[in-house]
């Protein structure tokens, strides 16, 4: 059974994004103008908030805004209300609190426990797109400036004799959970460069160029942990724009229980039966970030024995 891709954080396609608006400028700009119109102010990645909500700006404090930042970009139509999203990275903390009435800033992943999902999965769309606007400043063929197109979801070289246009990044990773071959049902977790003293998780990486995501797959198991892995299968997919990621989670199993660290990003792996993930969960450890990929592929492996 694969994971429910509903139940992840980040996804789940709550706004409307109204591609077909986006060619129309006028259109975007009354809609900008509009009373009902919203607007998500974003500081350095992230949220800008009054307690533990993100602001969401509207009237005079969203006119503000948008004469601060360089563009605002159209992000959908949220229950038939349009909502917009600037970057007021360009201000000091304090500023951009003041602009927005806002008590502080906080990164969506650490509110995320109090978020709807559709308010955490908007302001993850937001993040990673004011995050791409910022480094897509200039031309990667002429050296131009690139400026805002298509209600910000493209930009374009402004030199005369290039325009070339340039999309959204999104970086490809894959997570795996691997099985031991036969019985008992185990699973192999790693214990990751630089992750906390005893605390294990699933093996992942990036795709390379020239790769499909089954190549990765057994690529990165080989590299990482020496194992050879078969029946590689699709599980299910997470937007993961921190800043620019999709996570593709993917089940495997192990030619055989042989296993040999790479020594540099990972530090020791294991297998794992259900009894012991079961006997480290209820000791306070948690099988990885409740809202990542990861923790959705444990405990789905779990459900099964
Ligand atoms: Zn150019």
Avoid: K, N
């Avoid at 606007?133 to 400026?147: D, F, L, M, S, V």
């Avoid at 229980?257 to 969960?281: C, I, K, P, Y």
């Avoid at 970030?289 to 099964?304: F, N």
């Amino acid at each position: 059974m694969r994971v429910d891709d509903a139940v992840l954080a980040y996804g789940g396609g709550w706004v409307d994004r109204a591609g077909a608006l986006r060619a129309d400028p006028e259109r975007v700009a009354a809609l900008l103008a509009g009373p009902g119109t919203r607007v998500l102010a974003l500081w350095r990645d992230h949220c800008l908030v009054a307690g533990e909500a993100p602001v969401r700006l509207a009237g005079d404090r969203a006119a503000q805004a948008r004469a601060v930042a360089d563009e605002a970009v159209f992000l959908g139509l949220d229950a038939g209300e349009p909502v917009f999203a600037v970057d007021l990275s360009g201000l000091t903390e304090d500023a951009a609190r003041e602009l927005a009435g806002a008590t502080g800033v906080a990164d969506v992943r650490t509110l995320v426990g109090g978020l709807t999902p559709a308010e955490a999965a908007t302001q993850a769309y937001a993040r990673g797109l004011l995050h791409w606007h910022r480094q897509q400043r200039y031309c990667g063929t002429c050296g131009g400036p690139t400026e805002a197109r298509e209600a910000g979801h493209v930009r374009r070289c402004v030199a005369a004799d290039c325009g070339r246009l340039f999309f959204p990044r999104i970086e490809p990773a894959i997570i795996v959970l691997v099985e031991a071959p036969g019985s008992p049902g185990r699973c192999l977790l790693a214990r990751h460069a630089g992750a906390p003293e005893g605390a294990y998780s699933t093996l992942a990486g990036f795709v390379e160029v020239g790769e499909s995501l089954e190549d990765a797959v057994r690529r990165e198991m080989a590299e990482e942990a020496g194992v050879v892995v078969t029946d590689v299968a699709y599980q299910g997919s997470q937007a993961w724009p921190f800043p620019a990621g999709l996570m593709v989670g993917f089940r495997a199993t192990a030619a055989s229980e042989e296993v040999r660290v790479d020594g540099q990003e990972l530090l020791e792996a294991r297998w794992f039966t259900r009894a012991e993930l079961r006997e480290r969960s209820a000791a306070g450890r948690p099988l990885g970030r409740v809202d990542s990929i990861d923790h959705h592929l444990l405990h789905r492996w779990l459900a099964e024995g």
